[in-house]
């Protein structure tokens, strides 16, 4: 394929699965991309957790797992507030085989999970049993003013090609007769209203290549080409993410399902990037002993598996703040996001988007309770270094001064036998 070539394919996907449709569908089926990898014959075969993720996909040199390239998220309402029948259920449940059937499990084909709100559950009039911490949303500091998502279910579509994830989408919304060369037996819509979509994409060299022109990003166009997020650095290092084992809930009726917190934040990133020197900026994204020790270098490619943040950093954070007048985003989270043996509590699948023409991150953290997300947020906040002058609720404080929380959403994603629809009892009636 010559350059040019490559660059209007380049430029087709960009625009394709923000806009979603048919449209872009046909676009990118136009770009004579390779044959994608069928599913399953025995569905059997498949994880029996919705969320087992990191054996599917890509991994880079130092073994840090790389999410897929595209990704779209489907908040979907129930037409009524009474609870699904078995109908319904079983339609959902077809609606999904297809899609078992028709892509590979894996960031070449289609990784996707199905979880459901504490409104959802409520419906039923009984509780979910004391193994699932599943809050309702709500604000998580005292500064800002989310929209609340309490949609009924969430339907989280991930790959690297984008005509997968929009084909997939197409298929659950009836406006396909085929996935991948399957026959769609159901669609998600004949159970669910589609309430809102969202999109968003991560990888290196994909936020430079839209920072064109988008709100929050200065006109400098000052994202680097190798970063795969809009702040300009490296996320998600192996050794600071939980393993899949770990945020599994073990016990109860949903043994084998996760909870699921996900934030979409605006970003406004002019001052970071025109005010801050590099090495302020990695002071707060890091730590200030980060930069004074120069340990980053560019995204942050030379920190291999590993984000740098040490016991002594954690534990430095107020003398840290005193010293240099600033403190790091990562220090600060630490503190809640590992066990007394330093075991990390959280997996964090986060991805930048271009929603509504501006730059923001969809930000879906997974662990075992959900008050383990709302602690880790807490930390976040550090408020309580406010009481040292240089540190305000927002400025030198990490990096509030440069995201806003938009929306709040939390969800249960169950284990793949009850994603049809289950009772809080953890049950699906109807289905074989």
């Not at 291999?304 to 790091?328: F, K, L, M, Q």
């Not at 938009?406 to 009772?423: C, E, H, I, Y």
Request: charged share 30%; hydrophobic share 35%; with cysteine.
């Amino acid at each position: 394929m010559t350059e040019g070539n490559e660059w209007t394919r380049r430029e087709t996907l960009k625009a394709a699965v923000a806009a979603g449709g048919a449209a872009a569908l046909s676009a990118c089926l136009d770009r004579g991309a390779e044959p994608v990898p069928t599913g399953a014959e025995d569905l059997s075969s498949l994880p029996a957790r919705q969320h087992a993720w990191n054996d599917r996909v890509r991994t880079d040199e130092y073994g840090n797992h790389l999410l897929p390239r595209h990704q779209i998220l489907l908040y979907l309402t129930l037409p009524d507030s009474d609870p699904p029948d078995a109908e319904a259920r079983r339609t959902v449940e077809s609606a999904l085989r297809t899609l078992d059937r028709a892509y590979e499990r894996s960031h070449e084909g289609l990784l996707y999970s199905l979880a459901y709100s504490p409104r959802y559950f409520d419906r039923f009039g009984d509780g979910l049993p004391e193994s699932v911490d599943l809050p309702e949303p709500r604000a998580l500091s005292p500064f800002e003013t989310p929209t609340l998502d309490r949609q009924d279910a969430l339907c989280h579509l991930a790959s690297d090609r984008a005509d997968v994830v929009l084909e997939a989408e197409e298929a659950l919304r009836g406006e396909r007769s085929t996935a991948n060369g399957v026959e769609v037996a159901a669609t998600l819509t004949e159970a669910f209203d589609v309430a809102d979509r969202r999109t968003g994409f991560v990888g290196a060299g994909m936020p430079a290549e839209r920072q064109t022109d988008l709100k929050g990003i200065p006109d400098s166009g000052p994202v680097p080409e190798a970063s795969p997020l809009f702040m300009g650095f490296k996320a998600g290092f192996r050794q600071n993410q939980a393993t899949e084992d770990h945020i599994t809930i073990r016990t109860g009726p949903f043994a084998g399902g996760t909870t699921k917190h996900v934030a979409n934040l605006r970003m406004r990133l002019a001052d970071w990037y025109e005010e801050q020197s590099f090495d302020e900026r990695v002071a707060e994204m890091f730590s200030p002993v980060h930069a004074e020790r120069g340990l980053v270098e560019g995204v942050g490619e030379n920190l291999a598996d590993d984000s740098g943040i040490t016991p002594e950093i954690i534990d430095g954070v107020r003398e840290h703040a005193r010293e240099y007048a600033r403190v790091g985003h990562a220090q600060k989270a630490a503190r809640a996001n590992r066990t007394d043996d330093g075991t990390v509590r959280t997996l964090r699948r986060h991805f930048e988007s271009t929603d509504d023409g501006e730059a923001n991150l969809h930000f879906p953290s997974l662990q075992r309770r959900l008050s383990t997300f709302e602690a880790v947020r807490e930390a976040m906040n550090g408020t309580e270094l406010t009481e040292i002058p240089t540190i305000r609720q927002r400025a030198n404080n990490g990096i509030l001064e440069y995201v806003f929380a938009k929306r709040r959403g939390n969800w249960l994603v169950p284990p793949r036998s009850l994603r049809a629809l289950p009772t809080p009892a953890g049950e699906a009636p109807g289905l074989d």
